[in-house]
């Protein structure tokens, strides 16, 4: 198929290449001709695993190219709606513009018979809306909403094989019509097994904001059982191992921590209660507070136990931050919960240093303040306490002797609970985990 896709962010330079990969004739589009650039000459402007490697593949192949121009839409079956919906300044609300600036330079790109899919994570209500503007164009074009569910540092392989494909159609013949393309668009997956469940706009809509809130409530719901677990003694790891085995309960996204970060969870949350309060239904999620809440709470927690582990006051101590992005295999440091407690801690007189493989530059953008070495040795010399934040495998792969030989002070915060407790305070650590004893 000839496929287009708007915006070449995260979402849409994956998909982009991911869709050549399937055999279609792809052309990315953005509005940033240095992105377009970068990826007209395989380089992925952001760091994911892989990606480099299957732009080269499918560049190499010509059936996947890029532009900056919104025309070169034209001639295209099928155009998928890859633009961002950021958090609005100063607001809950997920900001519109990208999708509804894109939506309407597209209008002008369509023909008859064509179909429009929407991927971008948007409040309930957008489909039915942009739906409508196509109506009025009478261009015999139909939009479908199908939801994007890959986790960053996995984004390739969910992409290529997801667990299930949401499709939001219009009733009758349009709505066949936007399934039947989408069929053909993932027929590889699909018969290789991928399920798909076929909605109407507004489900497929929530299907997204839906699940994303059920991992943020995951995750707070451990972090708040570690603040318990913390007052009794008790360890959470344990108490997430025994209640996961429970297969309704399920073990996966009970790992406590410094509590979730991304351009996704905290800000699709936030976006969903206040798209459920222009619709009268606020107090439907009122729990998401809560939610967001004991998320935001884990990073004053561990600016505390950072204060207590280094004897009660961060005044002129030397801190090592292991990880800046938001979580490992990736270079995105959007509300990252590593950073925001970094600077934190220097706001509070520590001297904080920051390390990460991948992320330091985009850090470096958003926290000027704080300073950056790339090499996590040097980062850790004489250092009064480690934190380890971000749990990339080289930071999980150290050991105490290694550390031991840098530090000042073996004092070791682990707020991704990643470490042997027992391996580290037998090298005479003193390590702090989080929600453990
Ligand atoms: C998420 C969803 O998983 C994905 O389906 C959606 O499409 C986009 O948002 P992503 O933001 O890439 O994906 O990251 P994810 O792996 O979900 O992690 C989100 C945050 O939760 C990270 O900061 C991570 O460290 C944290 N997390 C995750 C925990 O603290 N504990 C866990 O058990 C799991």
Redesign the pocket.
């Known amino acids: 198929m000839r496929i287009s896709v708007i915006g070449c962010g995260y979402l849409g330079a994956v998909h982009a290449a991911c869709m050549a990969k399937l055999g279609h004739d792809v052309v990315g589009i953005d509005v940033d001709p240095r992105k377009i650039g970068e990826l007209q000459a395989g380089r992925a402007p952001f760091f994911e695993p892989g990606l480099p490697e299957l732009l080269e593949e499918v560049l190499a192949t010509g059936r996947l190219k890029f532009s900056s121009s919104m025309a070169d839409a034209k001639g295209a079956e099928v155009h998928f709606l890859c633009v961002g919906t950021p958090q609005r300044k100063g607001e809950y609300a997920a900001d519109m513009r990208f999708v509804d600036a894109a939506f309407a330079s597209l209008l002008d790109s369509l023909e008859p018979g064509n179909v429009v899919v929407g991927k971008s ?1 948007v409040p309930v209500g957008t489909a039915a809306r942009l739906a409508d503007d196509l109506a009025e164009r009478q261009l015999d074009a139909v939009l479908a909403w199908n ?9 390739v392989k ?1 992409t290529l094989s997801p667990d299930r494909f949401v499709y939001g159609v219009p009733e009758g013949e349009p709505g066949s019509r936007a399934t039947a393309a989408l069929d053909e668009v993932y027929s590889t997956p699909l018969s290789l097994g991928t399920r798909r469940l076929v909605a109407d706009y507004a489900t497929a809509e929530l299907v ?1 904001a839906a ?2 809130s059920f ?2 409530t ?2 707070s719901f ?2 708040a059982m570690a603040e318990v677990c913390e007052v009794t003694g008790a360890d959470v790891t344990v108490l997430a191992d025994a209640i996961g085995m429970d297969e309704r309960i399920g073990r ?14 905290p800000k ?1 949350i936030r976006a969903f209660m206040a798209r459920a309060g222009e619709l009268g239904a606020d107090q439907a999620l009122t729990f998401l507070r809560e939610v967001d809440d004991i998320n935001v709470r884990r990073r004053i927690r561990v600016v505390e136990l950072t204060r207590v582990l280094v004897g009660g006051s961060l005044l002129g101590k030397r801190i090592t931050v292991l990880g800046a992005a ?3 295999n ?1 270079d ?1 440091v959007r509300d ?2 590593a950073l925001s407690i970094a600077a934190q801690l220097q706001l509070q007189g520590a001297d904080v240093t920051v390390t990460d493989p991948e992320a330091i530059d985009g850090a470096r953008q958003r926290f000027p303040e704080l300073t950056y070495e790339p090499h996590f040795e040097r980062a850790m010399d004489k250092a009064d306490a480690l934190l380890l934040l ?2 990339w495998q080289e930071y999980k792969d150290i050991t105490p002797e290694q550390a031991g030989r840098f530090v000042c002070t073996k004092n070791i915060l682990d707020g ?1 609970n990643v470490l042997e407790a027992s391996v580290w305070r037998a090298a005479g650590w003193n390590y702090k985990g989080i929600g453990t004893p």
């Open positions: 994570t939801p994007e569910f890959l986790r960053e540092g996995f984004a969910d997204k699940a994303n991992l943020a995951k995750i451990i972090n996966k996204f009970l790992n406590a921590g410094i509590g979730f970060g991304g351009g996704c969870l699709d938001f979580k490992p990736s995105d990252s919960p971000t749990e991704r």
